[in-house]
T-cell receptor, first 112, second 120 residues
């Protein structure tokens, strides 16, 4: 069975702090994909990143970075120098070719 | 700009009513999905469809049905709404994924803005 665990229900930080959102997954598939989505207050989930199970290179996109470690089945997301606009619910997801299984989400609040 | 459009942002219905939630996408995607989102439970898959007139049960199909008569439209039906179906409903679409050996990827989903349904 596949499962995604986001143990942090809610995180609060002050602007400019760095913050890491944890994601741990379980799967028996050898080929799979991992995703992060952002859900701002408007409600629409916005795609942030996709990784496949064969690519463990870390990725950086501006203030966002992702650390994928198969050895610990984790795909953590770090926001550097957080901003108020980063306040949202963030979901980690796992899938093979079509269906995605989502974690329960982490609500990030960034205070000015 | 590509889009997944859900017909209603907010909806209030009475217990026992038959409720239709509509979702339309303009990206010519084969796959369409209905999820519900509840606090502490994340997104849970209700139904999905890989093609017109095809449907598959997700993890929580009880109390729901779906209809996909046209490729661009995927409707979620609550046959007899109940208060425990009060939730945020999210529609999504995607291109069909391919296994690695074909060299393509799971493209991920494009989501609609959601319909917040309250059943009273």
């Amino acid at each position: 069975a596949q499962k995604v665990t986001q143990a942090q229900t809610e995180i609060s930080v002050v602007e400019k702090e760095d913050v890491t959102l944890d994601c741990v997954y379980e799967t028996r598939d050898t080929t799979y994909y991992l995703f992060w989505y952002k859900q701002p207050p408007s409600g629409e989930l916005v795609f942030l990143i996709r990784r496949n199970s064969f690519d463990e290179q870390n990725e950086i996109s501006g203030r966002y970075s992702w650390n994928f470690q198969k050895s610990t089945s984790s795909f953590n997301f770090t926001i550097t120098a957080s901003q108020v606009v980063d306040s949202a619910v963030y979901f980690c997801a796992l899938g093979n070719t079509d269906k995605l299984i989502f974690g329960t989400g982490t609500r990030l609040q960034v205070f000015p | 700009d590509v889009k997944v459009t859900q017909s209603s942002r907010y909806l209030v219905k009475r217990t026992g009513e038959k409720v239709f939630l509509e979702c339309v996408q303009d990206m010519d995607h084969e796959n369409m999905f209905w999820y519900r989102q509840d606090p502490g439970l994340g997104l849970r898959l209700i139904y999905f469809s890989y093609d017109v007139k095809m449907k598959e049960k997700g993890d929580i199909p009880e109390g729901y049905s779906v209809s996909r008569e046209k490729k661009e439209r995927f409707s979620l039906i609550l046959e007899s709404a109940s208060t425990n179906q009060t939730s945020m409903y999210l529609c999504a679409s995607s291109l069909p994924g391919q296994p690695f050996y074909l060299g393509l990827v799971n493209y991920g989903y494009t989501f609609g803005s959601g319909t917040r349904l309250t059943v009273v």
